[in-house]
Structures are given as C-alpha cells and as structure tokens.
C-alpha cells in the first residue's frame, strides 16, 4: 500500500450501485466531488454492475483519483457486505457519510456533518424532498436535538432515517457486533444498518436541521429508470455549482413551505359539536390528507 493510501482523510463517502445505473453517476458522484470539504474518498461500491455504469465509473476516477471502484458480483439483497468490507478494511476517514447514487449532496453536506461528528458519534442530517413537478419541500423528520443511550428511548431511534442523511464516525462503526450485513427480506437494508447505531451503549446522536441532501424518490424499488432519474438529477446538478446553491435552494423550499400553508389555510373545515367518530368519512380523509401526511 502507498504512502498516500495510508494517510488518514476527514471523510470516506460510501456509494452503493448497481447495474444499468450508468446516467445517474455523474451527478450524484459530481455532487461529492463539489464538496467544500475536500479532504476525502468516495468508494463506489459495486454490486453486479453491467459494463456501461462500470466504464462511466472509470471515466470518472480518471479525472478524479479520490474515487475508489469495488466492482464486486451481484450479491445477497444490495451487497451489504461489500460495504462492511470496504469500510472495515479499506476506509481512511475519520468519519463515514452515504450517498444514494440518485440523490445529490449539498456542497456544504460533509463539512458540516465532520463538524458535528467532533462531538458525537452519529449524526442525522435532513433533506430536501424533490417532488416530481420539480417543487422542493422540506422533509418531515420527528426528532431534531441530542440522544445518548443513558437517556432511554426516544423518537431518534424510532425514526426513519435516509441513507444518504446519515453519518457515523468510523471509530464508532468498527465497534458495531456485525456492521452492515445481509438484510432480512422485511427490512429496509438502510433502517436495519441504523438499528445497530442505536441499540449501542456508545450512541451519542445529534439530528440536526442542516439540509443537506436532495432526495429524488420516484417510485418504490426499483422505481423509474435510470435514463429518466438523470434528467431530474441534470435539471439540479448546475444549481450545485453556484457559490449560493445552499442558500437558493433553502430559499426555494421556504417559498414552497409558505405556499402550502396559504393553501391549508384556505381550506380550513369548521367542526362544531362533532367527535371524530361521528364525522363523514369524506370530512376524515380530508384531515389525514391535510395534516397526517403532511406534517
């Protein structure tokens, strides 16, 4: 091993991907790239990838020689295991942050969460939610503030927490029982990984309302095609380029958020006299579509 691949970095970036994942990369690698921190490694970690996201990969670690391919087979469910072993073999960073390969960070993402994690041991980041009509929204997170395992259960270990939000110290990872394995079929691998972090004496946990992330949901697994993801993702990755991009989009958000609440305060329903058992179920469903799933 070089000199240079023994020296230690603030921040090692896990990225899992796939096959035919070839038109999402240079964004959401590019994204990581952009960081204002750049004392760090990104490992693009492959499970059964197909020929064309494997050439992109290479082409971008040409121009970039912080990028590390692990071109791994298909393995059990997202090839958990190659993450354990990439991070328990190969990481040099102090700390450990993630990035799905169809979101995007924020440039400012890794700076703060290595500050944060100078105190703790985990950190939550929130995100913005990109809706398919392109308006951006803030993402509903229950719990923001501090927790340690002294402090018995709260909300931070019920939540559900996206995999690129998060981020750990490595320190703290290799004291995990297992660290990333293959996930029960009922479980989402990410919220299986996090139950981990917070089953362990060691937690000290901030959540913070840093947002960070920009995260693209289309569709349950496997959800829209790679090709119509990157048009998304190529609408917003100049934005990340802007020396304001975490400003605009908190601002573009915030515009968004006053919206709908103008909108909600518009179709205020007036309940005289009346439980919720005795409701029309049309007056019900409006109250869960009005304050359930929106907040």
Same mark, same amino acid.
């Given at each position: 091993?070089?000199?240079?691949?023994?020296? !230690?970095? !603030?921040?090692?970036?896990?990225?899992?991907?796939? &096959?035919?994942?070839?038109? *999402?990369?240079?964004?959401?690698?590019?994204?990581?790239?952009?960081?204002?921190?750049?004392?760090?490694?990104?490992?693009?970690?492959?499970?059964?990838?197909?020929?064309?996201?494997?050439?992109?990969?290479?082409?971008?670690?040409?121009?970039?020689?912080?990028?590390?391919?692990?071109?791994?087979? =298909?393995?059990?469910?997202?090839?958990?295991?190659?993450?354990?072993?990439?991070?328990?073999?190969?990481?040099?960073?102090?700390?450990?942050?993630?990035?799905?390969?169809?979101?995007?960070?924020?440039?400012?993402?890794?700076? #703060?969460?290595?500050?944060?994690?100078?105190?703790? %041991?985990?950190? @939550?980041?929130?995100?913005?939610?990109?809706?398919? %009509?392109?308006? @951006?929204?803030?993402?509903?997170?229950?719990?923001?503030?501090?927790?340690?395992?002294?402090?018995?259960?709260?909300?931070?270990?019920?939540?559900?927490?996206?995999?690129?939000? *998060?981020?750990?110290? #490595?320190?703290?990872? =290799?004291?995990?029982?297992?660290?990333?394995?293959?996930?029960?079929?009922?479980?989402?691998?990410?919220?299986?990984?996090?139950?981990?972090?917070?089953?362990?004496?060691?937690? %000290? #946990?901030?959540?913070?309302?840093?947002?960070?992330?920009?995260?693209?949901?289309?569709?349950?697994?496997?959800?829209?095609?790679?090709?119509?993801?990157?048009?998304?993702?190529?609408?917003?990755?100049?934005?990340?380029?802007?020396?304001?991009?975490?400003?605009?989009?908190?601002?573009?958000?915030?515009?968004?958020? #006053?919206?709908?609440?103008?909108?909600?305060?518009?179709?205020?329903?007036?309940?005289?006299? &009346?439980?919720?058992?005795?409701?029309?179920?049309?007056?019900?469903?409006?109250? =869960?579509?009005?304050?359930?799933?929106?907040?």
């Amino acid at each position: 091993m070089s000199d240079r691949m023994r020296m !230690k970095v !603030k921040a090692t970036v896990i990225l899992p991907t796939t &096959k035919e994942r070839a038109p *999402v990369l240079p964004y959401s690698i590019g994204s990581i790239l952009q960081q204002t921190e750049k004392e760090i490694e990104i490992f693009v970690i492959g499970d059964g990838v197909d020929e064309a996201t494997r050439l992109v990969i290479q082409g971008l670690m040409l121009e970039d020689d912080r990028i590390r391919f692990f071109d791994h087979p =298909k393995g059990d469910r997202r090839g958990e295991t190659y993450r354990h072993q990439a991070l328990s073999e190969e990481a040099r960073g102090e700390i450990v942050c993630y990035l799905l390969d169809r979101d995007l960070m924020l440039p400012n993402h890794i700076e #703060l969460m290595y500050a944060h994690l100078q105190e703790h %041991n985990f950190c @939550i980041h929130t995100s913005l939610s990109v809706l398919e %009509n392109h308006d @951006i929204e803030f993402a509903r997170k229950p719990f923001f503030g501090y927790y340690s395992h002294a402090d018995g259960p709260s909300l931070a270990t019920k939540g559900y927490y996206l995999f690129s939000q *998060v981020g750990h110290t #490595l320190e703290f990872y =290799k004291e995990l029982p297992y660290g990333w394995r293959v996930t029960p079929s009922s479980f989402p691998t990410d919220i299986y990984m996090w139950q981990q972090f917070m089953a362990h004496r060691s937690l %000290n #946990l901030t959540s913070t309302q840093d947002p960070t992330i920009l995260y693209f949901k289309r569709g349950d697994h496997p959800g829209w095609s790679a090709e119509r993801r990157a048009k998304d993702l190529a609408k917003f990755y100049p934005l990340m380029t802007s020396d304001n991009a975490v400003q605009d989009f908190q601002r573009l958000a915030t515009l968004n958020l #006053l919206k709908e609440r103008e909108r909600l305060a518009s179709e205020t329903i007036i309940i005289r006299g &009346k439980t919720l058992s005795h409701l029309p179920g049309r007056i019900i469903q409006k109250l =869960k579509t009005l304050f359930v799933k929106r907040w």
